[in-house]
């Protein structure tokens, strides 16, 4: 999914839900450069300000 307007390249932390995992992209359509989070992460380091999709998908952990 695409960031809503507003939000592209502004993503500087994730919060997760439990059972729940996060992949954030580098580029639009979910391509690019990835990251998956499986918990909150409170500093995305070199991926801060640079995401522009995620995809969100149940998960039992990582």
Known sequence: MNLPAGFNNRIESVEVAPGVAVEVFEDAGCAG??????????????????????????????
């Open 33 to 62: 450069a990835a990251l998956e989070f499986f918990e909150d992460i409170d500093n995305l380091g070199s991926f801060t300000r640079k995401v522009s999709s995620v995809r969100v998908r149940y998960s039992t952990g990582g």
